[in-house]
């Protein structure tokens, strides 16, 4: 809105339309179309994205883009599409679009040769390039790759496998006749497994897995094709617009004359099985001609022949015919085909009528005779027991009577129509079975060291009728989408985590729950399929209320009559199912689903076809291991389970992806007509997010794309390098590269083992390798240079790690001295230890023999005598130290003898003391008194100080005792008051849950309605969405109020009252609280409408109103719009972008703001409780970029804040070594904080706040005065206290 930039916004038609952001609301955004100025449409914010600035600039892969998202991911799909460049990149993954023409020379052998060897990226996007890949991760991984090519029926997956292996075979073949029979076995399998469909032409009936084997020299040795879940309903029954399988119209069309009368075939019009469906043939205008008139259908002859560049039924069956040959296929055994083929068709044609005996049952009619005839002589079979199998069923006895007697049941004509059918199922498909076979066998291989594979299967398929087929192949689909999600999402993060790169997580949809709808052990509708498949008498009825009632309350399922589709709705319940898939909800019908799960024949049947008198047609039979159901009764139909072989088939498959490296090409439908140069965005752009696309685009927007191990690098440039470089390590190799080369670090980061890059960095750096010889000659210099630095700087580390350990030495020959001294003396303390300290003790004794000589001079009797008795004493201890010195004395005898010596000298003590005591003992008790008196006193004064403190503290304690009396009856009454409060919350908490799952299952419901529209069809009514609505949305519309219970008061029994008078007790006892207080006034204050207001007038209505009231509510919802900016500003910028720029106010602020969101009081409040305060404030402030710059916050910068009231009039910011910033209220209001007071929490930050002075004085210094004066003369500042005080000023 700034500066007018484009942006992308839905668009029901093209996906996504460019336009302008006019206007900001409240969860939506108002969009201009630039190409229709002057009209406005309303956006979600989370659906419209920033565009390029250059919008026709086409990029290979779209993670070179600045912006990363599913709208420009179309643009540039649909701009590369328009230039014919039907292959894109998303990092890894191949995204190629259909475009149902040939593209010359887009594959001939000069694209193979330029793609051979070549790193992903360094040539133009291509199947090829993918192809490449798999095979250069084969030989330097050691490991086998695996190719997915997913995508809707008619996205191409089928033509671009044929490229992939025609790749192969030509770039890293032998030369040999194999390579070229695993080319030409793909005619075989398509003319046999493929067939027309609404929507493509050669839809692939079955799915394969292609192995291509490659010998220790990384040689093709042989191949291997797996194939899964043929669709047989497909041989008795198509729809009008769709063909049977093409063998049965390419042998109709093409086939000598000799051949279609030895097998009696004529045109598709006269064959039941053919003839339901679509009858023409596909040709040109040059074959349609060469076809003759009889082989034509009136269908043909009348509208003329199906135009695809691709088919061409005569052109192929010959095309086919030479691939037979070459796969090894002799005359014989073609003709086998040709005839089962045949008879096939003629056993569709055989058409029963009611016996009209008394024991029932049915025979072929009349006009059936000769179709008869020429189904067994085609089949070899016996004509008698075709027509009896067909209209009997074998039963054995075994029960009553003899046992195991065979008794025939003759069949009604409805049984009898389904015995017929189900045998032309089984000998197709054990046909197709055998032709797979045979593919095999025409590349065999002893051995191989490791193999790349190819999937091509069904793409995720929903038609207006879905059956069994359709389930399997959706289900298949899950499985797949799931595999795409753990290879591509899962396993990326975690290889990010396990090499330390820290790239944040990507959260995508997981679809096990989808999954275990289907597979889950017992509750699993395959599973409750099988179960109905071993009753007595299974009923599709029956399978389908079952499956509705084990997951009555599953997410993913739910009844038909909730379809988009009318014809759908028509459907009973005991009819069908819909399950939302990954990719939308489809809604399966489930009539012949129990039929089709059941893979065999009946007794007679089975008999019949494998005692054939044909050798061809007996081992088609017998080769089959068909596993009976052990529970099975006798007579009865035995059981093999289809969906659990599938199961099965799919889990091995699995298994054997996750154990290979993987690829993925993602083919895109680009249109429903299946024409050349028509781009539906919409249906495009759907596409896309089913296959995981935008996902990987959310990982890949702060991911490493391309990555590769050191040793592969080394072995990929070593070539490059002199030998001096090459005999470096791996690892030091390429970070000399790197280094040289002057890569941005950004672009890449080491792993462990690896090196990753940034999209499209790899590509930058491979050409800069492979450039001219001058600019590798300066390369190789410069890493000469980067290892003379590196080597020079480990020569200096080298030296001083010497000198340290020198100095360790040193240190440790000084330590060892010190520790032998230490040792050394405590030894000899040890053992001198008693000595010294008898000596000490004696020699403290000896001290006293001073005292006692000064107390013995001041006796005035007995003097001459105690003297005597001191200096007896006194050469005793002498005697005693010189006995130490002299002899070695244990510590035992040095203390017996001090301890005599101690006695005597205590007992002159006491003698001494008696005779003194006497003459002191009148001073001594005058003293005593004195101090006693003394000491009374003190005592007496201490009690008093003690009796007072002891008053102090009790008046103390009782006032504190009161304030929690106070304090305890306050909470308690705001703990009632809460606890009301709450009560109510969680009613409007609940409402509001219950609109969450309202919106959660209408967006359900909108991408539903969106598939469906995409499958809709002239004969199908869209249902609007007014009628779409489920009962139970409807019925939570319509709830009433009941009467609640409520406890019973104090003493009172309980009393039964509505809500609507519990709601008001509640808000009556709950009025006390401000918050109530406020909301109150908040609901009766709010009579201005703004939301629907613009920025243009919201900000004139500030500049100029008079009210206040509406005044403050335009400053509210201002404010609140620029938070809404701000956001969906900062969730769009561009990558790299500096934050700096961004930043309004300091992060405490603004965390402040997210974690503790102030209760919203209305406008008119805050301007009266605030009374237009004037606050001032100053915090702590350094910007990101400057955390790194200065890590210990030396250079602290300060953040100044003027509150007008509840909003912002000035604001300031002081860096260190910066001009300081100044921001006025109107002038300024994109860089200003846009947070009230109350959300700031200014207000409870301890010493935040600050005299108006002192904010005055820093902006007059900083000139902020000047600055203010310059906004109002220019009428761009809003009037506020400052611009008031200003005006005064100046006046």
Known sequence: MEDGKPVWAPHPVDGFQLGTIVDIGADSLTIEPLKQKGKTFLAPINQVFPAEDDCDKIVEDNCSLMYLNEATLLNNVRVRYSKDKIYTFVANILIAVNPYYDIPKLYSPETIKQYQGKSLGTLPPHVYAIADKAFRDMRVLKMSQSIIVSGESGAGKTENTKFVLRYLTTSYGTGQDIDERIVEANPLLEAFGNAKTVRNNNSSRFGKFVEIHFNEKNSVVGGFVSHYLLEKSRICMQSKEERNYHIFYRLCAGASEDIRQKFHLSSPESFRYLNRGCTRFFASKETDKQIPQNRKSPEHLKQGALKDPLLDDQGDFNRMCGAMKKIGLDDTEKLDLFRVVAGVLHLGNIDFEEAGSTSGGCTPKKSSSQTLEYCAELLGLDEEDLRISLTTRVMLTTAGGAKGTVIKVPLKVEQANNARDALAKAVYGRLFDHVVKRVNQCFPFESSSFFIGVLDIAGFEYFEHNSFEQFCINYCNEKLQQFFNERILKEEQELYQKEGLGVNEVHYVDNQDCIDLVEAKLVGILDILDEENRLPQTSDQHFTDTVHQKHKDHFRLSIPRKSKLTVHRNIRDDEGFIIRHFAGAVCYETTQFVEKNNDALHTSLEYLVCESKDRFVRELFENSNNSKDSKQKAGKLSFISVGNKFKTQLNILLEKLRSTGSSFIRCVKPNLKMVSRQFEGAQILSQLQCS????????????????????????????????????????????????????????????????????????????????????????????????????????????????????????????????????????????????IDGLVKVQTLKKRIDKFTEVVSALKEGKQEMSKQVQDLETSINALMAKMKSTVMTRLEIEKEHEVLVKRSEGMLGALQRKKQEEEEAERLRRIQEEMERERQRAEEKERRRKQEEDDRRLKAEMEAKRKQEEEARKKREEEEKRLQAELEMQLAAEREEETQRQAVLEQERRDRELAMRIAQSESELITEETQLDSALRSNGMATVTPVPLKATAGGPPTNITMEEMVKEMCELLSRGPQVQATKAAVGTKKYELSKWKYAELRDAINTSCDIELLAACREEFHRRLKVYHAWKSKNKKRNTDTDSEQRAPKSVTDYAQQNPAPALPARQQEISMNRQQRYFRIPFIRPADQYKDPQNKKKGWWYAHFDGAWIARQMELHPDKQPIMLVAGKDDMEMCELSLEETGLTRKRGSEILPRQFEEIWERCGGIQYLRNAVESKQARPTYATAMLQNLLQ
């Open 692 to 835: 995981g696309m935008v996902s990987v685009l959310d990982l890949m927007q702060g991911g490493f794309p391309s990555r590769a191990p050191f040793h592969e690098l080394y072995n990929m440039y070593k070539k490059y390098m002199p030998a001096k470089l090459t005999r470096l390590d791996p690892r030091l190799f390429c970070k000399a590269l790197f280094k040289a080369l002057g890569l941005n670090e950004n672009d890449y980061k080491f792993g462990l083992t690896r090196v990753f890059f940034r999209p499209g960095k790899f590509a930058e750096f491979d050409q800069i390798m492979k450039s001219d010889p001058d600019h590798l000659a300066e390369l190789v210099k410069r890493v000469n240079k980067w290892l003379l630095c590196s080597r020079w700087k480990k020569v200096q580390w080298c030296a001083l790690s010497v000198i340290k350990l020198k100095n360790k030495m040193k240190y440790r020959a000084t330590a060892c001295i010190k520790m032998q001294k230490t040792v050394r003396m405590w030894l000899c303390r040890k053992k001198h230890k008693p000595r």
